[in-house]
């Protein structure tokens, strides 16, 4: 989602809008005959992708971030114009909430006078930096709607939470004076694994390896981002670190990214010590290009890719893996493991934060 605001409303009014839609409802200001027709834009070579697309078009199958060839055999019908597209926030967090609230249409109008009035009776989970344990500890304080979150004293949810309780206040209040950060700020996504117990079983190790890949390259996805530069790290026992990377055709597809992070690990696996911790970055992100190969890539697998995002997307991105990537149970008993003595030592923290919020009285 794009958090878009008009220039000459910019002191006036928010709008939020899903960029599938909102781009063509721009083109369809311009040109009235484009109402009710299927609309996509983006590349217009076949290399290209789609930025933005009607609901006419989705019907179809066709969405965003989908290659414009596919797009074409899927919607033949459909008026497609070049995708040329800026887009500005005044206020992040308003905009992401508005937008979630106008679903289906996607579309809404906050002016600043009414932003309050439109928060206060939201619920606390609609508050972009509230997650399910923060949610929970506020909701057993009987903190349930925005209105009764913003008029808590902040000081009280500093001491509760942290520098973070400060910024949750703000946002309850409609403040937010974050800046938009533009695909290209992003430089990498990359994810750590460290064993509780150093090891050198190959399989295990390599089995970690396409599960990291898997999970990071569909955070890719999802925000329509390609990699051309996939690093392998490996620590080992004795706290010596090493990593290999190579440039690669940009993509975002798990078995490509897979192969290649296995031969560097392969490569740079040379010293038969015990590992400690494995990593994998992808970097030298952009974002709308998808390059096919036209030997390998085909509107088959690209449409595999897509049917397992979107079961991902609705049961969890752990819903469909590869044999590859899948832990065993003794890997599962250990991340469980680890998960319990994370969660008895937030537990912890948060009693004692608690201890805190008591003295302010707001437990009586």
């Known amino acids: 989602t794009f958090f878009v605001s008009v220039e000459r409303l910019k002191n006036s ?46 019907k179809y199958g066709v969405n965003s971030a989908m290659p414009m060839k596919m797009a074409r055999n899927m919607c033949p019908d459909a008026v497609t114009i070049r995708g040329d597209m800026e887009s500005l926030s005044v206020n992040k967090t308003v905009s992401k909430i508005a937008t979630g609230e106008a679903k289906p249409n996607g579309e809404i109008e906050v002016r ?49 939470m942290g520098k973070n309780g400060i910024e949750v206040w703000k946002r309850a209040n409609g403040i937010d004076s974050t800046p938009v ?38 955070d890719m996805r999802k925000q329509e981002k390609l990699t051309s530069c996939v690093t392998v790290k490996i620590r080992y026992s004795n706290f010596d670190t090493h990593t290999l990377q190579k440039r690669i055709p940009y993509t975002a597809f798990d078995h490509v990214l897979a192969d290649v992070a296995k031969e560097l690990f392969a490569r740079l696996y040379q010293r038969r010590m015990l590992i400690r911790l494995i990593g994998v970055r992808f970097s030298h992100l952009v974002q709308g290009v998808q390059q096919l190969d036209m030997f390998d890539d085909t509107p088959e697998k690209v449409s595999l890719y ?27 008993e250990e991340k469980a493991l680890k998960q319990l003595e994370n969660a008895l030592n937030e537990q912890k923290m948060m009693e004692e934060r608690l201890k805190g919020y008591y003295m302010y009285g707001f437990g009586h």
């Open 112 to 160: 600043k006078e009414t932003v309050l009035p439109f928060l206060d009776p939201l619920s606390i989970s609609k508050i972009p930096m509230i997650g399910q344990k923060t949610y929970h500890v506020l909701r057993s304080m009987g903190i349930a709607t925005i209105y009764t979150l913003r008029n808590i004293p902040p000081e009280m949810l500093e001491k509760l």
């Open 306 to 332: 897509m049917a397992m995002d979107k079961l991902r997307k609705r049961f969890g991105r752990d819903a469909v893996r590869r044999a590859a990537g899948v832990m065993t149970s003794s890997e599962r």
């Open 13 to 58: 009014r928010l709008i939020g809008k899903p960029v599938i839609t909102f781009f063509v409802s721009v083109e369809r200001l311009k040109n009235s005959r484009l109402i009710g027709k299927p609309v996509i834009i983006g590349g217009m070579s076949d290399r290209g992708v789609v930025s933005s697309c009607s609901y006419e078009a989705r």
């Open 181 to 218: 950060i533009s695909y290209s700020e992003q430089k990498s996504i990359s994810t750590e694994h460290t064993f509780e117990k150093d090891t050198t079983d190959m399989a295990r190790l390599n089995q970690l390896l396409v599960s990291m890949v898997e999970k990071i390259a569909y």
